[in-house]
């Protein structure tokens, strides 16, 4: 560092303060102002170089400590704050199948890591059952080639440490199939591209249909309700009205009314289904006259309601559009 010195190569100006300097021995100057001290080599080569006393170097140290230590542990509390905000997206079992899906933290699987997976099936099977796949089921026209690219993994686990709302993180879904029971306490993701839901069981007392809420009515295709016998509720049908392909297992019916809404169904398949005996075949001919449906498909004990004059007869007019099971 340069400093100022006279004709006599004296120092004469303090570099902190600009004042004055009072030479103290051969090699130590102090300003008269601040106290600032200063050391001169002996070879007078214009360096400096300050002198502190050690009270002063400790605490100068003492402050970088801490200092450092403030915005280590500042640093270190965001870090962590947004760690556990983030790990705390997910239930128990969701984040332990996250975990072993991507081996990494589950404060470190983002947005962009959940929309890559594509088809996922849930069931509780000694535990929870995931089975998983990248690829979309859409784009094989082989099921069985698809399958291969699919990977599972279970989790144990109970049921508290199951969230079905964890389901809405998952954007990139095209096709969900839920074999865990009450349906309607799973939430979709706000943004989906889903084109098939497959659920079991019918509404829970405690359930709504709300579930059906967030479908996305331009790529929603095809709806499956297993165990449909407890729906009480079909209000949730007003969200399906672009489905193309529908089948309630179960379910009672006394009226074809709730499909009038599903303006593009094609193939409806009831199973099992329950109705009254002399209202089957007045709920039938409602249900075939729906003016886009294409295909239908009866199976179980109402079957047997419809007498075989009438299923001859509707089976000339709709021309191999209706199929029949007795069972």
Excluded at 223 to 238: G, K, W
Excluded at 292 to 297: I, Q
Aim: charged share 30%.
């Amino acid at each position: 560092m340069e400093i100022k010195q006279d004709k006599e190569n004296r120092l004469t100006i303090c570099e902190s303060c600009g004042g004055s300097l009072m030479q103290k021995d051969p090699y130590v100057f102090q300003c008269s102002s601040c106290g600032r001290k200063y050391y001169i080599s002996a070879d007078r080569t214009h360096k400096v170089s300050i002198r502190l006393s050690a009270g002063k170097i400790i605490l100068i140290c003492a402050a970088l400590v801490i200092l450092v230590t403030a915005l280590a542990v500042t640093g270190y509390q965001f870090y962590t704050g947004r760690m556990v905000a983030s790990a705390s997206r997910f239930s128990v079992v969701f984040r332990d199948f996250l975990m072993e899906v991507y081996q990494k933290p589950a404060a470190e699987i983002h947005k962009e890591d959940l929309e890559k997976i594509k088809y996922l099936r849930i069931e509780e099977n000694k535990g929870y059952q995931f089975t998983y796949g990248f690829e979309d089921y859409y784009t094989y026209d082989d099921p069985d080639k698809f399958k291969r690219t699919l990977d599972t993994i279970t989790i144990k686990g109970k049921q508290d440490d199951f969230s079905p709302s964890n389901v809405q993180y998952f954007t990139g879904l095209t096709r969900l199939e839920l074999y865990t029971g009450a349906w309607e306490n799973y939430v979709l993701p706000e943004e989906n591209q889903l084109r098939c839901i497959y659920c079991t069981d019918g509404l829970s007392r405690y359930g709504t249909p709300e579930f059906f809420s967030r479908v996305n009515p331009d790529t929603l295709e095809e709806v499956v309700i297993l165990e449909a016998d407890n729906l009480e509720d079909f209000s949730f049908m007003d969200n399906l009205k672009g489905v193309e392909r529908l089948m309630l297992e179960k379910i009672n019916l006394d009226s074809g009314a709730i499909f009038k809404e599903c303006e593009k169904l094609k193939e409806l398949r009831l199973p099992y289904v329950t109705m009254e005996e002399e209202q089957a075949v007045p709920i039938i001919e409602e249900i075939l006259s729906h003016p886009s449906l294409e295909w239908f498909y009866i199976e179980g004990k109402a079957a047997w309601y419809v007498p075989d004059d009438q299923w001859t007869e509707w089976e000339k007019t709709y021309k191999g559009r209706i199929e029949l099971e007795r069972k």
